[in-house]
């Protein structure tokens, strides 16, 4: 034994050996603690809480008497925008938190659309292939987009996930039935921009967005046949610089389709169907018996779903469904919404009294 003992004291080599085996065996012991750690992070992650229904509702009249308003963004409850294309006099409103106040910028060509990723970085899209931007003091035209030589642009839609990546869309008319039918999407990133070949899409870009999951923009087509062709919506795929066709509808009550984005995740609105992408085929995710369903839907998550019916606004938790108001008036809509943890608004618009107006609503 003492030999033994003396060899080990004195070879390091054997040394060296039995650290290497001790080094190895620890790391192998946090790795395989980490793996238990993580594992165990994944089977406790917390769940999604189901929305609350507690709102404090106050409503705002924007005084638009030969216009509607259409479209809704805010970066927070102090910063929220709404545009309109219709009022030359006073195309964007803005909320600071206390009211509302509205103006126009002199040399823009019909706003359509709003969206932004700050407060001081807000971005219009508008007619004329025209994108503003907003630095927090002032507007200046950021680009004036063209396609096929054709400046006729409308861009009837923006979105994106940054300041430096960004898509706005829409389309410019074609030589028919003169509906802005000619597909255009340009999208923002690495400091320039990238017109996409949509020769084989047909119809204005309404909504896009990309779903965070797979990396896959998905978007929606309006198409306007007049005699031709029925109206319909066509939503689509695109990924690698490749389109595919994945449903379409004709414009008949409770049929029309929607996209919405939740939590970074693509909702598809088929009808009454509630669906996601899930190994390339659609899932249904929840199904609205409604028949007051307008095939439009917000959220913050799965379990925090806010509906418009034509006779009111219905907010589903993830179990069940519950009004949280009620339109007294016939053919109201809701255009929009801006989502925050606290606060909501939405952007009413009611036909019979013409009115423009802002539901706000606060948790307690």
């Known amino acids: 034994m003492k030999v033994v003992k003396s060899f080990l004291a004195v070879n390091p080599v054997s040394r060296l050996f039995t650290s290497a085996i001790t080094k190895l065996i620890v790391a192998i012991f946090i790795l395989l603690l980490f793996v238990n750690i993580n594992s165990c992070n994944n089977i406790t992650e917390p769940e999604i809480q189901p929305g609350r229904r507690d709102y404090v509702w106050e409503v705002d009249t924007l005084n638009y008497p030969y216009a509607t308003l259409i479209r809704l963004w805010g970066s927070s409850p ?82 994106g996930k940054s300041r ?31 017109i996409l070949n949509t020769a084989p899409i047909f119809g204005m870009i309404a909504h896009l967005y990309e779903n965070a999951s797979d990396g896959k923009v998905y978007f929606q087509a309006l198409k306007i046949g007049g005699a031709i062709h029925p109206d319909s919506t066509i939503i689509y795929e695109y990924s690698q610089k490749k389109y595919k066709k994945l449903y379409s509808s004709v414009w008949t009550w409770g049929e029309q389709a929607f996209l919405s984005l939740i939590n970074n995740e693509v909702y598809f609105i088929l009808g009454n169907r509630i ?90």
């Not at 430096?164 to 400091?191: C, E, K, M, Q």
């Open 78 to 159: 102090k910063d929220v925008w709404a545009t309109s294309p219709g009022d030359a006099g006073k195309t964007i409103s803005h909320f600071n938190g206390k009211s509302w106040s509205s103006y126009s910028v002199g040399g823009m060509n019909t706003p359509h659309s709003i969206w932004g990723d700050s407060y001081n970085n807000v971005f219009i899209a508008a007619n004329g292939g025209e994108v503003w931007k907003y630095d927090g003091s002032s507007w200046t035209k950021f680009a004036e987009i063209t396609k096929d030589g054709r400046s006729d642009i409308s861009f009837n839609n923006i979105w």
């Open 164 to 194: 430096n990546d960004f898509y706005v869309f829409g389309g410019y008319p074609d030589t028919i039935v003169r509906a802005y039918n000619i597909s255009v999407i340009a999208h923002y990133h690495d400091n320039k921009w990238e």
């Open 275 to 364: 669906a996601k992408r899930v190994n390339d085929q659609f899932q249904t995710f929840l199904k609205i018996d409604n028949p007051n369903f307008y095939q439009l839907m917000w959220g913050r998550s799965s379990r925090d779903l806010f509906f418009y019916m034509t006779d009111g606004l219905v907010h589903y938790n993830g179990s069940n469904f519950e009004y949280l108001l009620h339109f007294d008036k016939p053919r109201t809509h809701v255009f929009g919404s801006a989502l925050f943890e606290k606060d909501v608004f939405f952007l009413v618009y009611e036909s019979a009294t013409k009115l423009n107006l802002i539901y706000r609503g606060k948790i307690n």
